[in-house]
């Protein structure tokens, strides 16, 4: 997968996926102090989902109009230790093989999924 990881999630998480074989660009040290529109605005040139713990994601994806070759995983996690960050991460990408065109929030036990504007469902 490509993957575009915000500047506060995990690097262990960013190490774990990219050990798995996923392209991760990862804004902390790709683009440090990007405004989360000039992210989105990545996310779309490259063609990667932006993983994210920061819930503005969401509206500003679909006020953008964020096309459907992107996606968005916002992650609303208990997340007690940087490694066990990456493993629950690591597992609930794993779970889906496409994360492109839906904005998606993963809480303890669920997963909530909406189609972005450009993705017609």
Same mark, same amino acid.
């Given at each position: 997968?490509?993957? #575009?990881?915000?500047? =506060?999630?995990?690097?262990?998480?960013?190490?774990? @996926?990219?050990?798995?074989?996923?392209? $991760?660009?990862?804004?902390?040290?790709?683009?440090?102090? =990007?405004?989360?529109? &000039? #992210? @989105?605005?990545?996310?779309?040139?490259?063609?990667?989902?932006?993983?994210? @713990?920061?819930?503005?994601?969401?509206?500003?994806?679909?006020?953008?109009? %964020?096309?459907?070759?992107?996606?968005?995983?916002?992650?609303?996690?208990? %997340?007690?230790?940087?490694?066990? &960050?990456?493993?629950?991460?690591? &597992? *609930?990408?794993?779970?889906?093989?496409?994360?492109?065109?839906?904005?998606? *929030? $993963?809480?303890?036990?669920? =997963?909530?999924?909406?189609?972005?504007?450009?993705?017609?469902?």
């Amino acid at each position: 997968m490509r993957l #575009l990881a915000d500047e =506060s999630f995990p690097g262990p998480a960013v190490d774990a @996926l990219r050990e798995r074989g996923h392209d $991760v660009l990862w804004a902390r040290t790709a683009c440090p102090g =990007s405004k989360d529109d &000039a #992210l @989105l605005r990545l996310a779309q040139q490259e063609q990667r989902v932006v993983l994210t @713990l920061d819930k503005d994601f969401g509206e500003l994806a679909f006020r953008s109009g %964020l096309p459907a070759a992107c996606g968005v995983v916002l992650f609303r996690l208990l %997340l007690p230790s940087p490694e066990a &960050a990456a493993r629950r991460i690591v &597992a *609930v990408l794993e779970e889906r093989g496409d994360w492109t065109g839906i904005f998606v *929030v $993963v809480e303890e036990g669920r =997963s909530r999924i909406r189609p972005l504007p450009g993705n017609p469902g």
